[in-house]
């Protein structure tokens, strides 16, 4: 502050006399800071158009108003809304700690990972989860030799396909009827005091085992497809003509993966070698794919240049912490809010229901976001660089999305893509209309939905699936009727109240099904 009134003044000594208005005018200029700018030197100009300034050295101001809008007028341009965003996220902040205090003072601490830990061990001798992993290779290995067969020309393509159909059927059947028939897998028998346990930890060993055979049942049909798309082309290259369409394009090297090992000398790596069908067909290609975070085969991945150990340790710390972090939210949030929605749902008190609902809505929402992290980022982003897997796009800024469409190709890139590849575009080559070929899309997304959930808890409710073909009706809506910003909030308002609702309502049939059957039975 006397730094630049000291400087200030020594330039008007150094300038000799001047006139009047001149000196005065500068006076304003020079003079001393005021206690912000001494302070920071941050603090705004004043625009003389804007504040009236521009006679800043006459005795009086003629006007002091011009035509101009209210900053929260859409008229006015104003877009600068930083100081309400963090007022909001403070709000948000002091009324969860609210909510969080509320739910220590009334249940005490209720957070227990050695309960979670006994899940897994309280038959440590029988794990027929753990035993459909490990036989998921069969069918894995079944696939391949079939390939390898069809490459030599020892089967027909009709009879690979009988064979690849069989093979996909079995994997998406028996891991239903194991969790069916077997009840250790889903031991729903003494255990019946209600809790979240005894919706959620019946179905943990059967939702990981048909999650595992969903990804296998989805990655070899992806091989299966490329796998048939490169011999078509090399049979079309033999006949000395090209096969047009999506196939040609997938079996045929890009320019960028022809200059690759070129490219990945000049940065220093080692160079990555290319791979033409069917030298493809190999264990170790077999296996790369399937332990690789993609449902899309490709003969070649892009393959970054090393493993970056600081990032992998990252992505390892952030997997245990909200591993940990959403066990606990479980425990402590939602045990108790879905134990208390029990009563109003038997006494059908919508008022309450609707209470209970909303109560849910908070913490299930923050799990679901926790779990998105945890999954397509640190996990995903763990095993890629795992395997220097390259393409690390796994979502895209889903939480922009203005539409119910947007929103679902963006969230879940890995499963967009396979759609896309080997579902959407199939079926409008075969003369199927967008909106059929969607609409497809969606029932079959609506079928591995109720195909994770009803299976682990033994209950055909369809309310997976009527929640996913639901999305059909709302992605018209959304697109035809609410743009920008008011699209955008209709999709965070069916991320955050559709959920809950699906939660409840198996959970409600899960309780009614099960637990009044063994008060009520003899």
Not at 175 to 190: D, F, H, K, M, R
Request: aromatic letters at 12%; a positive charge; charged letters at 20%.
């Amino acid at each position: 502050m006397g730094d630049r009134g000291g400087a200030g003044g020594s330039r008007r000594r150094r300038t000799g006399p001047r006139h009047s208005s001149q000196a005065a005018e500068e006076e304003v200029r020079d003079g001393p800071a005021g206690p912000d700018e001494g302070a920071g030197g941050d603090a705004p100009t004043p625009d003389p158009d804007k504040d009236g300034d521009a006679e800043v050295g006459s005795h009086r101001e003629l006007s002091c108003h011009r035509l101009q809008e209210s900053l929260f007028s859409s008229d006015s341009g104003f877009s600068n809304y930083r100081g309400i965003l963090n007022w909001c996220v403070v709000m948000l902040i002091l009324s969860n700690a609210r909510l969080f205090l509320e739910n220590l003072i009334k249940y005490g601490i209720l957070v227990d990972p050695i309960q979670v830990v006994s899940l897994f061990l309280k038959d440590p001798y029988s794990w027929p989860a753990l035993c459909l992993v490990i036989a998921a290779n069969v069918f894995a290995l079944a696939g391949f030799q079939v390939e390898k067969r069809l490459a030599v020309g020892a089967l027909t393509e009709r009879a690979g396909l009988l064979l690849h159909v069989a093979n996909l059927a079995t994997i998406l059947c028996l891991p239903a009827a194991v969790a069916c028939l077997v009840e250790s897998i889903t031991p729903v028998g003494a255990v019946l005091a209600l809790s979240v346990y005894t919706v959620l930890s019946p179905a943990v060993g059967a939702v990981l085992a048909l999650s595992v055979y969903t990804v296998l049942f989805l990655k070899l049909f992806s091989y299966r497809d490329v796998n048939l798309w490169c011999r078509e082309l090399r049979a079309a290259a033999k006949a000395g003509e090209r096969r047009p369409g999506a196939g040609a394009r997938m079996a045929k090297p890009s320019p960028r993966a022809l200059l690759g090992a070129s490219a990945d000398k000049a940065n220093g790596a080692a160079a990555q070698r290319w791979v033409s069908y069917p030298d493809n067909l190999t264990y170790g290609d077999l296996y790369y794919f399937l332990f690789a975070p993609t449902l899309c085969y490709e003969l070649n991945f892009p393959r970054s240049p090393r493993i970056r150990k600081r990032f992998l340790l990252r992505r390892l710390l952030e997997m245990l912490f909200f591993t940990q972090l959403q066990v606990g939210l479980i425990q402590q949030w939602m045990v108790p809010t879905i134990q208390n929605s029990m009563k109003p749902f038997k006494d059908m008190d919508y008022s309450r229901i609707i209470e209970r609902l909303l109560k849910l809505a908070v913490p299930n929402h923050f799990i679901w976001l926790i779990f998105f992290y945890w999954l397509f980022h640190s996990c995903l982003n763990a095993v890629a660089e795992l395997l220097r897997f390259g393409d690390r796009e796994f979502y895209r800024d889903w939480w922009n999305s203005e539409s119910v469409s947007y929103f679902w190709q963006n969230w879940n890139i890995p499963v967009h893509k396979w759609c896309q590849r080997h579902f959407y575009k199939p079926m409008l080559r075969r003369g199927a209309s967008r909106w059929m070929a969607r609409t497809g899309v969606f029932l079959a997304s609506a079928f591995f939905h109720e195909y994770l959930v009803s299976i682990p808890l033994r209950m055909f409710r369809l309310w997976a699936f009527t929640g996913m073909m639901a999305q059909i009706p709302l992605a018209w809506i959304t697109s035809r009727f609410l743009q920008g910003n008011y699209g955008n909030a209709a999709v965070w308002l069916t991320l955050i109240i559709g959920q809950p609702v699906a939660v409840l309502m198996y959970v409600h049939d899960y309780y009614v099904l099960h637990h009044e059957a063994a008060t009520t039975g003899p």
